[in-house]
């Protein structure tokens, strides 16, 4: 496994690579992108794209312009996606993110925290748009869901 971290750029080295964008919380909430690798476990082949920088400066409008530019291009060239919603924050941007994505055939892996203010809304509308996509409640789970569809390609 490898991780790319933003502001990095991933680019294919070989048709093995599957390429999974770790999208949910980053500001007000735990570095859960940190050690979600290990719940992962080492899989070949596999990308996991970090979005969560080291230095984010919120109040640059130019490194906000970058980030988003960044997170758009890596979630379009990932081949599957990862969302966790912590409790800490309401993460409006991976809402919207979820809600684009989850309107696509491509593959949408979802957890959210018990604590997580909205995730009745998270299963209400999954269950609408997709209803083949499990919300999980713990990391692990999200986790193993992950590994399970690798295996599977």
Not at 37 to 63: A, H, K, W
Not at 86 to 94: G, K, R
């Amino acid at each position: 496994m490898k991780i790319i971290k933003c502001p990095e750029t991933y680019t294919k080295a070989s048709s093995q690579e599957i390429p999974v964008f770790m999208a949910g919380g980053i500001s007000n909430c735990p570095d859960w992108q940190a050690w979600f690798p290990m719940l992962v476990g080492e899989l070949d082949d596999v990308i996991l794209i970090n979005p969560r920088r080291d230095d984010f400066d919120t109040s640059d409008p130019e490194m906000t312009k970058k980030q988003i530019t960044w997170e758009h291009s890596h979630l379009t060239r990932s081949y599957a996606i990862l969302f966790w919603f912590p409790e800490e924050t309401l993460c409006p941007i991976t809402l919207y993110e979820l809600g684009r994505y989850a309107s696509i055939v491509k593959p949408v892996f979802v957890g959210c925290h018990p604590g997580y203010q909205r995730k009745a809304d998270v299963d209400i509308q999954l269950s609408l748009i997709r209803p083949d996509i499990i919300v999980r409640d713990n990391m692990a789970d999200l986790a193993q869901d992950l590994r399970t569809w690798i295996k599977k390609n």
